[in-house]
């Protein structure tokens, strides 16, 4: 999991966007059991998921994230909150809908655990 960029799961709450550590939630979860869903129904492929947060989406953080759609690895479990929302994996969701798949591993959180920042900025979070 070392090699794993750092990288958050924002949520908008009514006192600012709270963000989760990616590797704290895979950690979190990797005692929950594994089901799988259809990609093709994860609510966030109709959402502005990777720029909610700021930012716009310009040619090249597109093709960032193509870069990261085409290497990331359909084997790993995308994670849902309690609610059933995606707080991680949406690139390996893009890559098993555009794969044609029906299917993708998945782990749910029968409990959401609480951000590790509240009322952040994006900009002001720890990325190395």
Not at 2 to 9: E, F, G, K, L, T
Not at 21 to 46: A, H
Not at 49 to 54: E, I, L, P, R, V
Request: hydrophobic letters at 35%.
């Amino acid at each position: 999991m070392s090699d794993i960029r750092p990288q958050y799961h924002f949520r908008k709450t009514p006192h600012g966007l709270d963000a989760f550590d990616v590797k704290k939630l895979i950690k979190l979860s990797t005692s929950l059991p594994i089901k799988t869903i259809d990609p093709r129904e994860v609510e966030e492929l109709e959402e502005n998921h990777w720029y909610s947060a700021g930012g716009e989406p310009t040619p090249r953080s597109i093709m960032e994230h193509l870069q990261l759609i085409q290497a990331c690895d359909l084997a790993y479990p995308i994670i849902l909150d309690a609610q059933g929302r995606l707080m991680d994996g949406m690139h390996r969701v893009c890559k098993a809908v555009m794969s044609g798949e029906t299917q993708i591993l998945a782990v749910k959180f029968t409990t959401d655990p609480e951000p590790d920042f509240v009322n952040c900025h994006p900009q002001d979070l720890p990325y190395e």
